[in-house]
């Protein structure tokens, strides 16, 4: 009802306030889980270099990979939906690479640097559990294409994406040419590499790019937890399966992907979660599922 979905926000405006808060810490990146009132299972990526609207340098970009490294050895019970996030203090969630670190790189080391960011993307497109970008502030280049490495995009008041790569005589170089296109089409992914135009949040949602925006300050982590709540309580293997038979099925033809949910299917019926998710209906009570 209308009634519990405001209650529901209330309640999750309250988590924001109790935990979108950050001790001073070195790392560029770096996880938050566990913390008191937080959803149990919910996992955030932190982006912590304010100062430079967290562009991506080599210390950034070595941080995020241990993030995705502890992440990839969490059991699923306690790893159910991860979100990145910028850390709060600054005005953007990532402003691309950072460019004065870039000048001075050899031809060389630019490209290793470009492959390692691909690689680390990519690392969060494979991710088992959902991933949700929660835009608050400018998220152009890389910073878009981190976005774009997420299952799910939100946005605040203050977000603006766009891919501005051909304006520095280059392209998106971390996915960007490839994972836009089918999010928003090929006309429009083409419009905006092309042009290097910026969107509004509500330009955003208009084509897709974003599956939601909250007219708020940090309404892109606001909705991001919301979203990521509602996930966590959901059987984390069953999310799991659904999101491989997603992306896999996506990728081929109907039969295929037929057989591969199918597959995904299977997967879930050996599970104690699918136990007590019979067992929770037939008793009239809320399932309580542990990822096993």
């Known amino acids: 009802t209308n009634h519990q979905h405001q209650m529901f926000a209330r309640a999750s405006r309250s988590l924001v306030r109790r935990f979108y808060s950050v001790a001073v810490r070195e790392e560029e990146a770096f ?46 019970g306690d790893a159910r939906v991860v979100i990145v996030r910028a850390a709060p203090g600054g005005n953007a969630f990532c402003a691309g690479a950072d460019l004065k670190e870039r000048k001075s ?12 960011l691909r690689s680390a993307f990519t690392s ?5 559990m959902p991933t949700i970008a929660a835009i608050d502030g400018f998220a152009l280049g890389g910073g878009l294409e981190l976005a774009l490495s997420c299952d799910l995009r939100y946005s605040g008041s203050a977000g603006l994406m766009g891919l501005p790569e051909t304006g520095l005589a280059i392209i998106p170089g971390a996915g960007g040419t490839q994972r836009l ?3 928003v089409g090929i006309a429009k992914a083409k419009e905006l590499i092309f042009t290097g135009n910026r969107l509004t949040p509500s330009e955003a ?7 939601g925006f909250k007219d708020t300050e940090l309404g892109g982590f606001e909705y991001a ?52 998710g019979l067992a929770a209906f037939a008793e009239g009570r809320k399932p309580v599922y542990n990822g096993n």
């Open 31 to 76: 996880l938050e889980f566990g913390l008191e009132g937080q959803p149990k299972g919910v996992v955030q990526i932190v982006l912590n270099r304010a100062s430079r609207k967290n562009a991506i340098s080599r210390k950034l970009l070595s941080d995020l990979e241990v993030c995705l490294q502890e992440i990839n050895s969490m059991p699923a």
């Open 205 to 211: 949602l208009a084509i897709g790019l974003i599956n």
């Open 124 to 128: 969060i497109e494979k991710l088992p």
């Open 181 to 183: 296109t089918p999010v």
């Open 105 to 116: 790189m050899s031809q060389d080391e630019a490209r290793v640097f470009v492959s390692r």
């Open 225 to 276: 937890l919301e979203v990521a709540t509602k996930i966590s309580l959901n059987g984390p293997i069953g999310v799991r399966s659904a999101k491989k038979a997603i992306n896999l099925g996506s990728q081929t033809d109907i039969t295929s992907g037929l057989a591969i949910e199918e597959l995904c299917y299977q997967e879930v019926i050996p599970t104690k979660d699918r136990l007590e």
